[in-house]
């Protein structure tokens, strides 16, 4: 088919009902791009030979490199449809496509095909529809799952794409999840059949029954996510009925409660199921280039079984057989013990397997004669006696049943045109949180809602792109096509034939140096290719970007917010832009254009400063304004590395490379450390391997020096024997060898229960008696699940709407020591509470401490009750540890200045307990930020504030005296809290917490040993272990810590011969029950180990790397257990 020109591509973008958005999503080596590519061949862009060799939207080297997609990549395609019209209502449409109107109608087992005569009620009027498909193609690999977050935000249907050999796999429920939330309608795609025909070698029945439990498989996930939805609106509707009963005394209330908790509301779940028969579900071999649905089958054998085209649809697949005596339809309990084919297998999978058969496995050219011409295809000469089997394979099914025209055709009828979603869609990416919307009021929702290309412009930006400059519309040598350049000659000559006439005529025209038009030509290409070398290796950020209403110009003016932006404070995190450039994505290429209407994909130019990854865009002539950005990727960044130039000088580059890495990358984060360390973020091993190649190849241009991989710990303890604290933990912090007249500051309390710790500030002013436990495992889970409820629990403690009326010091020890993976915006966003009123705060504040209260009353004794005296989370106020009240009186952090005005001069300036919560808030965020095995943040400890006494040397000089020096006493308090808290961690059985990823491999048996013995060698454990029924693939789910993950997934191709791939991705964090300061020291461990204690201390081992890393004290021997002499001569 002959290229598509630009001018019709834009044409139809102004055509709403004729534009579809859509998204590919599949697991890792599912087809994706292979698809993509016979999608591309229907238009000409490339060769429908090169189909799923050339892989055109992977226009990355490294993606080539590896056969995996690694960025988003978006085009535009053209599709035509020529639609007959029947007057008849049980007759419908019919529909063929244009550029398929040659294709044969049969089956090669049928000895006279045809397709279905139109009926004499037909009106014989042909009418062309013509569609714009704006494709975008996402990755597999979970390392880029932010990647298919910003596709499906853009979208609104997706293909989803399944092996038909491996089945659902961990990323198919994932983007099933993903298209599920932002109500994207998906079709699947049952992909890889030929494998099933030429590697498993199955039957024709064998295959139906496979690909039945793979749409089980499917439709069981999908399920899942209704049943979810189904049962949180309900929850939402019962909390709504309770409220409104509040106050009202009815005695039957208690009855109803109970038996409505027994009763969900009915809801129709059938079109969120895939079935063929709704032609959502298409078999496809996107390698051999065929596709096809049953209704396309049902067309055809419609006439011949005298049925209705629609009828035989619905029955084309299921348990539904063909009686070969009455020639009709019977069901299940028709068979009566005769063994029939179903409809599906004799109808339409024996015919495919028929054309395997002829063709590859069993090549027999007489049998491939007949069945071309069974179905009536032409099929030249040469191809018919080609020797490459699977060149003749393909040739015949793009005629017979052609994969892009199948695919295009699903798209356009099952899959929502713009106007159509966003009626379904904004609403609930407006309002997110309410189960029945509202109708629309406003200008902007309207327009949003009817998809208005008249309104003012609303955008969503989900990422930015990079993009070499010498690649933008203006900066490239335009390509003349041949009608350009024959009209470009016929004036030539016309020009040459009137200069002739001239002469003739005697008519003098201008005298012409021909050296000095020459040297002009020159200077002018010099001057052109000066310009393309200036322009070479520089890039740019353009936004990839949906309108959804309006029409974006260049040269228009219009609003950014950021992610961050809050209606309530309009003038923050607020800009305004021009839009300088917009275009067409056509994968490598941009088109330019000068206008884009609502319901369109496009790249827009201008943003760079303005958004960081992701943001809306607004009209500049509305106030306010709403934003859509929504949750950022699925998967925190968990492999971190420092970075540092080769070269020195070279700095600035690096500092201006990883600006636009971190803007062109929506997964990664960049970060400067306070050590003044440039740190990336990353997803995974392959994820930083990629950003790595575009630090040196795109953006810094640079040799770059990479740390060793950086992987969080966490610090937690337990309740066991603690081991003696060897000097390596106790000397890394000086407070515990502080001494002052001979007299420890710091000690641990003689009385108390364990865990407690008496601390004493240096200038002897205060003491601190702190006690530390391990926090119960229920609560410690709540914690952690519920971290986004106690963030804004925490916001309402105090009524703030902006920073300023922060203290610095909270602001400081909210930030303090902010964890690698977020950034300092995100540790103050605790603190820095949205402005609600106090009705709505107060109903936070109960729901948090009604559901902490059963949880502390469960946790014994000394618990009960104590949700109400919480004086705060960490670390940076939101952690899963807990610092608590035990002190008996009211201890806040605010000094109420009403009850020191009745008080005298003197008492008033006197030093009192409530002076110190800054100083002890601070402390706690400190030490939970930074714990004394390696420095990495606490997880799961309780700190009890059991007493705080000002001592009485304090007031010596006086009140004021002693006023005049809470300066020095504050800043010493906090190193004494926080020194208190970490040596009552160390009272307990300290345990290191590892990350882990959840590890998901599909390997055959032959190679399942191999497997199991690279997981055991980097310490791994395997969780389940199944064979996938029907196939000889097992499905291995195992944990690996992460610290051990590196090189994991080539080790185990390596040793499998690339039998097995990992798909590894980020779980929890999980105890390493190995006390890091253990030694032999009870006889059975002596005489079983030895004073040498040969067993590896492996929590040592990660501790001593960590403080090695962080310049930490690392007691190390150089020489160890020397009992043997050197011996010089040799045996």
């Known amino acids: 088919m002959p290229s598509i020109p630009e001018s019709e591509l834009i044409r139809l973008q102004a055509n709403q009902d004729k534009v579809r958005n859509i998204c590919i999503l599949a697991h890792v080596d599912h087809g994706k791009t292979t698809l993509s590519d016979s999608l591309l061949a229907s238009n000409g862009i490339i060769s429908s030979k090169l189909a799923g060799k050339v892989r055109y939207l992977d226009s990355r080297e490294d993606e080539q490199e590896r056969g995996i997609t690694m960025e988003s990549s978006a085009i535009s395609l053209y599709f035509k449809i020529m639609r007959r019209a029947a007057t008849t209502a049980n007759q419908g449409q019919s529909a063929a496509v244009t550029d398929q109107s040659h294709a044969g109608t049969g089956s090669p087992t049928d000895s006279q095909t045809g397709s279905p005569q139109p009926s004499a009620t037909e009106v014989k009027k042909s009418v062309s529809e013509e569609y714009l498909i704006n494709l975008i193609d996402s990755p597999g690999h979970v390392d880029f799952s932010g990647e298919v977050s910003t596709a499906s935000r853009l979208c609104d249907g997706a293909l989803v794409l399944v092996d038909a050999v491996e089945g659902v796999c961990t990323q198919t429920h994932t ?3 993903q298209a599920w939330r932002e109500s994207v309608r998906p079709v699947l795609v049952i992909n890889k059949i030929d494998r099933l025909i030429t ?26 996510f209704f049943s979810e939805n189904v049962l949180e609106e309900d929850y939402r509707k019962k909390a709504e009925k309770r409220k409104e009963q509040e106050g009202k005394e009815n005695e039957s209330t208690e009855l109803e409660d109970t038996f409505s908790d027994w009763h969900v509301e009915t809801q129709d779940d059938s079109h969120i199921y895939f079935h063929p028969s709704q032609g959502n579900v298409i078999f496809a071999s996107a390698i051999d280039g065929w596709a096809f649905r049953v209704d396309q089958f049902a067309a055809i054998y419609a006439q011949k079984l005298g049925m209705k085209e629609g009828i035989l649809r619905k029955c084309l697949w299921g348990d539904f057989y063909l009686d070969p005596k009455t020639k009709r339809v019977i069901g299940y309990k028709g068979l009566k013990g005769r063994a029939l084919k179903p409809l599906a297998v004799q109808m339409v999978l024996d015919n495919v397997w028929k054309v395997y058969e002829v063709v590859v496995t069993e090549p027999d050219r007489e049998m491939t004669e007949k069945v071309v011409k069974s179905l009536n295809l032409k099929v030249l000469p040469r191809d018919m006696k080609s020797k490459d089997t699977r060149a003749t394979l393909t040739t015949i099914f793009s005629q017979w049943l052609p994969l892009s025209t199948c695919v295009l055709l699903a798209v356009v009828e099952q899959l929502p045109s ?4 966003q009626k379904i869609r904004m609403p609930k990416m407006l309002h997110p949180f309410e189960s029945t919307p509202s109708e629309p009021t406003e200008a902007w929702e309207l327009g949003m809602v009817n998809c208005d290309a008249s309104s003012g412009v609303v955008a969503y930006v989900s990422k930015m792109v990079s993009v070499p400059l010498d690649a933008l519309p203006k900066n490239k040598r335009k390509t003349l096509s041949a009608e350009e350049m024959r009209q470009r000659g016929r004036a030539q000559r016309e020009q040459l034939l009137a200069n002739a006439k001239a002469a003739e005529n005697g008519e003098v025209g201008v005298h012409l ?8 030509r020159t200077h002018a290409e010099a001057e052109e290719r000066a310009a393309m070398e200036e322009l070479e290796g520089k890039e740019t950020l353009i936004g990839f970007a949906r309108i959804y209403s309006g029409t974006v110009r260049v040269g228009q003016k219009l609003k950014v917010l950021g992610p961050k932006y809050d209606p309530a404070q309009p003038t923050l995190h607020c800009t305004e832009v021009t839009v300088d450039s ?10 330019g254009l000068e206008e884009v209407p609502a319901g369109n994909v496009f790249g827009i130019g201008g943003l760079e400063g303005h958004v960081l990854k992701y943001g809306t865009l607004w009209d500049a002539k509305w106030e306010g304004g709403q934003n859509l950005v929504g949750k950022g990727p699925g998967t925190a960044p968990i492999v971190r590395v420092a970075l540092e130039p080769e070269d020195p000088s070279q700095m600035a580059q690096l500092v201006r490379g990883l600006q636009l890495l971190n803007q062109a990358d929506p997964a990664v984060q960049v970060l400067t450390q306070e050590t003044g360390e440039h740190v990336i973020l990353t997803s995974g091993e392959v994820h930083l391997q990629r950003c790595m190649a575009d630090l040196r190849e795109r953006f810094a241009r640079i040799e770059i020096s990479v740390s060793e991989p950086i992987v969080p710990f966490r610090e937690t303890a337990i309740d066991a024997p603690a081991q003696l604290v060897t000097s390596s933990a106790m000397s890394a912090n000086e407070a515990y060898q502080a001494r002052e007249q001979g007299e420890k500051l710091i000690t641990k309390s003689e009385t108390g229960a364990r865990g407690t710790i008496t601390a004493t500030t240096p200038n002897r002013h205060v003491r601190f008696v702190v006690r530390t436990v391990p926090i119960p495992e229920e609560l410690k889970k709540y914690l952690l699940e519920h ?36 950034e300092l915006t995100a540790a103050v966003a605790a603190v820095v509470a949205p402005q609600r009123t106090a009705e709505e705060e107060g109903k936070i504040q109960e729901k948090m401490m009604n559901e902490l209260k059963p949880l502390f009353a469960n946790a014994g004794e000394e618990w009960k009750g104590k949700e109400k005296d919480i004086l705060a989370f ?11 009240n035990n002190l008996g009186i009211d201890f806040s952090r605010n000094r109420t200045g009403g009850s020191n005005n009745e008080k005298g001069d003197e008492e008033k300036n006197a030093i009192t307990v409530q002076d110190m919560a800054e100083s002890v808030h601070t402390g706690f965020q400190i030490a939970t930020n930074s714990g004394p095995l390696c420095g ?12 705080i006494k000002i001592l009485e040397n304090t007031q010596e000089g006086g009140a004021v005296e002693g006023r005049s020096k809470m300066a020095v006493t504050s800043g010493q308090a906090i190193t004494t809290v926080r020194d208190a808290c970490r040596l009552g961690f160390l009272e307990w059985s300290p345990r290191l917490m590892l990350a882990m990823y959840s590890c998901d491999i599909q390997t055959t048996a032959e190679v399942l040993g191999k497997v199991y013995g690279v997981i055991a060698r980097r310490k791994g454990k395997i969780l389940h272990e199944e064979m996938k029924e029907g196939t000889p693939f097992f499905s291995i789910q195992a944990l690996l810590p992460v610290v051990e993950s590196f090189g994991f997934a080539d080790d185990i191709r390596k040793r499998t011969s690339g039998a097995a791939s990992p798909q590894l991705i980020f779980s929890h964090f999980e105890v390493l029950d190995m006390d890091p300061f253990w030694v032999p020291n009870t006889v059975e461990e002596l005489e079983d180990l030895g004073e040498k204690a040969d067993r590896e201390n492996v929590a040592k081992k990660y501790m001593d790397t960590v403080r090695k890393r962080k310049g930490l004290f690392v007691e190390q021997k150089i020489v160890e257990h020397a009992e043997k002499q050197r011996t010089l001569r040799k045996n």
């Open 175 to 177: 983007v099933l999840g």
């Open 199 to 224: 590697e498993l070698q199955f039957t024709p029945l064998e295959a139906y029954t496979h690909l039945n439990n793979i749409l089980e498989q499917v439709n069981a996930v999908m399920g899942t």
């Open 787 to 822: 971290a986004d409820q106690v963030q804004t629990y925490v916001g309402t403690l105090r009524n703030v709407g902006s920073r300023e009326s922060l203290t610095p010091l909270e602001v400081a020890s909210a930030a303090v020591g902010a964890d690698v993976g977020e």
């Open 582 to 591: 917009l275009f067409m994505i056509m994968g490598r290429d941009l088109i």
């Open 418 to 421: 713009p106007p159509a979603a």
């Open 513 to 520: 140096d021909v050296d000095e038009v020459i040297a002009n």
């Open 936 to 947: 990495e943040p606490m997880l799961g400890m309780a700190f009890f504030l059991q007493e």
């Open 874 to 884: 960490g670390p940076r106020r939101v952690g899963p540890n807990l610092l608590i």
